[in-house]
């Protein structure tokens, strides 16, 4: 088997692999096993395995000096909260008290929710959001921080 094809097989098994591995690769092995196949094509006129050994390091060594960053920033998943999510953590006021056994109303932000919570809790006091069960606020009441 002449050179140029053990890093052509070798990119092969390297991108291969990134199917198995999944996303957590963060797309490593297809690069670099692109740059083994990259190599390995360039010295396929040569019978040396020294043009294909130059060609993939530095294609490596430029993917790993330059590129990585910009790879990994570019498949990045996001995790800031969207949506309902953004919503817990935040504290509003109840505008209608709420039992243990029943529902009540509270206001958070400029929005008015339907709202639950495990005590009772008389209205105008300060809650925090803690939970989001369909379109019902899971509250409990603020702690105050004594001064």
């Known amino acids: 088997m002449e050179v140029w094809m053990i890093f052509v097989a070798i990119g092969l098994v390297m991108v291969l692999l990134e199917l198995v591995v999944g996303v957590d690769a963060g797309l490593d ?22 043009v294909p050994l130059i060609a993939t390091g530095g294609i490596s060594v430029v993917y790993l000096a330059v590129g990585r960053r910009y790879v990994h920033r570019w498949t990045a998943v996001r995790t800031s909260k969207t949506n309902i999510d953004a919503i817990i953590g935040r504290t509003g006021f109840v505008v209608q008290g709420i039992a243990r056994d029943a529902h009540g109303r509270v206001k958070v932000g400029v929005e008015d929710w339907r709202a639950c919570a495990a005590e009772d809790i008389e209205e105008g006091a300060k809650v925090v959001v803690t939970d989001v069960n369909g379109v019902t606020l899971v509250v409990e009441r603020a702690k105050e921080v004594s001064t």
């Open 29 to 50: 092995l297809v690069i670099l096993g692109t740059a083994f196949m990259v190599g390995g094509l360039v010295g396929l006129p040569f019978k040396s395995w020294v």
